[in-house]
């Protein structure tokens, strides 16, 4: 009985063991005639090249030996370099969670002089390397020919050959993911998957009229069908920037709602997860706060409330998720959408109170400005010539609001620039929460506001004031068209 108890208490340990040896990874790596430098263990974080992170580093022995050994815990798979000293050398390798494997490198021969030892996906990752080689020098051979090229068919019959060898990489790949199902690499190949469209024409439902739009959609539906949000290794590739930056910019059509509901899609496909979720869920907001199309703003909003502030950014500390809520908080008001704050502030001239909600106009221009800013005494000339020509004929009045200077400036700036048909006014005592409540913090910003003073655009220019109210015209036409029907 005795005995059996300490078998058992062996096994216990034993299985303790390499419950510890799981953890991290030991990493042997000899690159003969390379000594006495560092090395550093790098990894990619959603982008391709140049950006990538540290993880470790060692030094080589006088034998070429550099050794990596970490018990951490928090360490993810993926695709990880070797990087020398020299920062220019460098070789790929699949890495994960409690990994414990040797390499031997052939600087003068790389990618494909490494050679695993206890690794066997790291032998078939290798093996990949030097498929993608002879893939690669095919290509550039069938660009060169095609360019020398003397006849249509001859064009034609390369562009059939690279269109094989294209499918032949597809295949190597969906062939790999198959026999090697739930592996990183398998999990890699599967992400970089292209949707294929199927051939031949297409209808709608009616069976007559052709789709054209059939490629598209079954491109966006498709899209991110073999991509496995649930594998947090795939941060550590250079794959996943590339996928949201096509999809969110050019698959999602750039209206707040669209763009709203796709972000919810996935987060919640990555929801789970740690890096991926929170990849995604930085990605797109500062995506959205980077964005040059206008109503992007809203979602920013949609991303703090419905995200940021239920405990979702959990990677921020107190004072850094404060400026996302502050800010936030700050342009919710002045959305588009919603009805204009009111400004009420005394006219430059008449010196009588000036009421934003009461200024009557079926359009209204609101511009924040100030005489000594260079950019104002460019735009808004600009702009007057576009009120005159334009604007003013479609019921547009402008209403302006001096940021700073004195009485003096205003006027000069108002007489100078020949602005006296707008509404100019100033706020001498500065009382109006005005830059608060339109987020004004440059000039000029410039809201269009309808009859019913609703925000229907912000951050506008001369350029694009009338194209602006020339669409919201036609929308309201055809909506009245269609009543009448």
């Given at each position: 009985?005795?005995?059996?108890?300490?078998?058992?208490?062996?096994?216990?340990?034993?299985?303790?063991?390499?419950?510890?040896?799981?953890?991290?990874?030991?990493?042997?790596?000899?690159?003969?005639g390379?000594?006495?430098?560092?090395?550093?263990?790098?990894h990619?974080?959603?982008?391709?090249?140049?950006?990538?992170?540290?993880?470790?580093?060692?030094?080589?022995?006088?034998?070429?030996?550099?050794?990596?050994?970490?018990?951490?815990?928090?360490?993810?798979g993926?695709?990880?370099?070797?990087?020398?000293?020299?920062?220019?050398?460098?070789?790929?390798?699949?890495?994960?969670?409690?990994?414990?494997?040797?390499?031997?490198?052939?600087?003068?021969?790389?990618?494909?002089?490494?050679?695993?030892?206890?690794s066997?996906?790291?032998?078939?990752f290798?093996?990949?390397?030097?498929?993608?080689?002879?893939?690669?020098?095919q290509?550039?051979?069938l660009?060169?020919?095609?360019?020398?090229?003397?006849?249509?068919?001859?064009?034609?019959?390369?562009?059939?050959?690279?269109?094989?060898?294209?499918?032949?990489l597809?295949?190597?790949?969906?062939?790999?993911?198959?026999?090697?199902?739930g592996?990183?690499?398998?999990?890699?190949?599967?992400?970089?998957?292209?949707?294929?469209?199927?051939?031949?024409?297409?209808?709608?439902?009616?069976?007559?009229?052709?789709?054209?739009?059939?490629?598209?959609?079954?491109?966006?539906?498709?899209?991110w069908?073999?991509?496995?949000?649930?594998?947090?290794?795939?941060?550590?590739?250079?794959?996943?920037?590339?996928?949201?930056?096509?999809?969110?910019?050019?698959?999602?059509?750039?209206?707040?709602?669209?763009?709203?509901?796709?972000?919810?899609?996935?987060?919640?496909?990555?929801?789970?997860?740690?890096?991926?979720?929170?990849?995604?869920?930085?990605?797109?907001?500062?995506?959205?706060?980077?964005?040059?199309?206008?109503?992007?703003?809203?979602v920013?909003?949609?991303?703090?409330?419905?995200?940021y502030?239920?405990?979702?950014?959990?990677?921020?500390n107190?004072?850094?998720?404060?400026?996302?809520?502050?800010?936030?908080?700050?342009?919710?008001?002045?959305?588009?959408?919603?009805?204009?704050?009111?400004?009420?502030?005394?006219?430059?001239?008449?010196?009588?109170?000036?009421?934003?909600?009461?200024?009557?106009?079926?359009?209204?221009?609101?511009?924040?400005?100030?005489?000594?800013?260079?950019?104002?005494?460019?735009?808004?000339?600009?702009?007057?010539?576009?009120?005159?020509a334009?604007?003013?004929?479609?019921?547009?009045?402008?209403?302006?609001?001096?940021t700073?200077?004195?009485?003096?400036?205003?006027?000069?700036?108002?007489?100078?620039?020949?602005?006296?048909?707008?509404?100019n006014?100033?706020?001498?005592?500065?009382?109006?929460?005005?830059?608060?409540?339109?987020?004004?913090?440059?000039?000029?910003?410039?809201?269009?506001?309808?009859?019913?003073?609703?925000?229907?655009?912000?951050?506008?220019?001369?350029?694009?004031?009338?194209?602006?109210?020339?669409?919201?015209?036609?929308?309201?036409?055809?909506?009245?068209?269609?009543?009448?029907?």
């Amino acid at each position: 009985m005795n005995q059996i108890k300490i078998i058992a208490m062996l096994l216990l340990i034993s299985m303790a063991k390499v419950s510890v040896a799981r953890e991290g990874y030991h990493i042997q790596l000899k690159i003969p005639g390379v000594k006495d430098s560092t090395v550093y263990l790098v990894h990619y974080y959603g982008k391709p090249l140049p950006n990538i992170y540290k993880r470790d580093s060692a030094r080589f022995d006088k034998n070429g030996v550099a050794v990596f050994d970490s018990k951490d815990s928090t360490l993810i798979g993926g695709i990880y370099m070797m990087l020398l000293a020299n920062r220019s050398t460098y070789f790929e390798f699949l890495l994960n969670k409690g990994d414990d494997f040797s390499i031997t490198a052939d600087t003068k021969h790389l990618p494909e002089g490494v050679t695993f030892k206890n690794s066997p996906e790291n032998e078939r990752f290798q093996e990949y390397v030097t498929f993608l080689k002879g893939y690669g020098t095919q290509q550039e051979q069938l660009q060169k020919d095609l360019k020398e090229a003397k006849t249509k068919d001859d064009s034609l019959a390369l562009r059939k050959k690279a269109g094989a060898t294209s499918k032949e990489l597809t295949n190597y790949r969906r062939a790999y993911a198959k026999k090697y199902p739930g592996t990183l690499l398998a999990s890699i190949f599967n992400a970089l998957e292209i949707p294929q469209v199927p051939e031949g024409p297409h209808f709608l439902e009616n069976g007559v009229t052709k789709d054209s739009n059939f490629a598209y959609n079954y491109y966006k539906t498709h899209f991110w069908d073999d991509f496995n949000f649930q594998d947090d290794r795939l941060i550590h590739t250079p794959i996943f920037d590339s996928k949201l930056d096509e999809y969110m910019n050019k698959l999602v059509y750039p209206w707040p709602d669209s763009v709203e509901k796709e972000t919810d899609r996935l987060l919640t496909k990555a929801r789970g997860t740690k890096e991926l979720f929170k990849y995604t869920l930085w990605w797109i907001t500062r995506n959205v706060e980077n964005s040059k199309i206008m109503g992007m703003d809203e979602v920013f909003v949609y991303l703090v409330e419905n995200y940021y502030m239920k405990g979702d950014a959990f990677w921020l500390n107190s004072d850094e998720l404060s400026k996302y809520t502050d800010r936030a908080m700050k342009i919710a008001p002045n959305v588009i959408g919603n009805l204009a704050p009111e400004v009420k502030v005394p006219n430059v001239v008449t010196k009588k109170e000036e009421s934003l909600l009461g200024f009557k106009a079926k359009y209204t221009l609101l511009v924040f400005y100030s005489p000594n800013c260079g950019h104002c005494q460019h735009e808004l000339p600009e702009l007057d010539s576009v009120y005159k020509a334009v604007l003013k004929s479609k019921g547009m009045r402008i209403f302006t609001v001096a940021t700073e200077g004195d009485e003096k400036a205003i006027n000069d700036f108002v007489t100078k620039y020949k602005l006296e048909d707008w509404t100019n006014t100033w706020d001498p005592e500065h009382l109006g929460d005005w830059r608060g409540k339109y987020d004004v913090y440059s000039t000029p910003t410039i809201y269009l506001l309808n009859e019913k003073k609703i925000i229907k655009g912000k951050r506008l220019d001369h350029s694009n004031v009338a194209g602006l109210v020339d669409m919201i015209d036609k929308i309201a036409k055809e909506k009245d068209n269609k009543t009448k029907s």
